[in-house]
């Protein structure tokens, strides 16, 4: 797989983890390491309690050869530890899909699938192990150096990467926390300049049935396995 294709798989995923964060007002209060320590036990104690998670998502990306900012849009549902499905509506659609042992990306208008296997010590298994760290927060503090505030509607946090392979696909990740602790919106800003901000809205914790998880390419679909087999 080219550094070009694993960046662009590892982005999508990270998109998803990020969510599994609206603006922050003008004025925050700085949170301490303690602070900080804190707020990741609440959040690690709520989704233990209730670890499905569902939304639908705006996302924009601003790429810097480009005069506009690229929109789109749908939903993305998570089950840990790394079962995920992100589906991309409009008119240029695509449904990402993991079971935690192969990861399909579908276009429906090219009537094609690309299929990964996890498991492989790939750059994209790499990507997996950091997007299930930060889904879950469980040692996060090894693979990212945090930082964060407290706002009126609930907290902003930024994560930099420690992994110098994620620091190729990305500089700063910032997100943003409602009251609930859901993630409603996230930016990513990449080295080349490159920028994704995505906002998430109609959070549901509610059970997400176990084939939401599962893909079938349909018949006549051109697969393809670019790490492989």
């Known amino acids: 797989m080219t550094r070009g294709r694993s960046a662009h798989v590892t982005i ?12 922050a007002p003008c004025i925050a209060q700085a949170l301490s390491q303690a602070d900080i320590n804190g707020l990741l ?22 790429i810097h050869l480009m005069a506009r900012p690229v929109v789109s849009a749908g939903k993305v ?26 990861l399909w990306i579908y276009y429906p208008n090219f009537k094609s699938a ?10 994209l298994d790499a990507a997996v192990a950091a997007i299930n760290t930060a889904l879950n927060l469980e040692n996060v503090e090894n693979t990212f150096t945090i930082s964060g505030s407290k706002a009126d509607k609930g907290y ?10 994620m620091k190729r696909v990305f500089q700063t990740f910032d997100l943003t926390l409602d009251q609930e602790l859901f993630v ?6 990449q080295p080349n300049g490159d920028r994704i ?33």
């Open 12 to 23: 999508w995923i990270l998109a998803i983890a990020a969510f599994a964060g609206q603006t």
């Open 156 to 165: 902003q946090l930024r994560l930099l990467p420690r992994n110098p392979s």
């Open 114 to 123: 690309e299929r990964y296997e996890l498991g492989k010590r790939s750059p």
């Open 197 to 229: 901000v995505t906002e998430y809205s109609n959070q549901s914790r509610a059970a997400i049935p176990a084939g939401t998880f599962e893909f079938k390419p349909p018949a006549g679909t051109e697969i393809s396995t670019p790490l492989g087999r």
């Open 41 to 62: 036990s609440q959040i690690r104690q709520r989704r233990a309690a209730s670890p499905y998670v569902q939304a639908s998502f705006r996302e924009e990306k601003s």
């Open 184 to 189: 409603s919106r996230t930016e990513m800003a």
């Open 77 to 102: 549902w998570f089950e840990p530890p790394n079962k995920f499905r992100r589906e991309v509506q409009g008119s240029s659609p695509s449904i990402t899909v993991s079971d935690g042992k192969q």
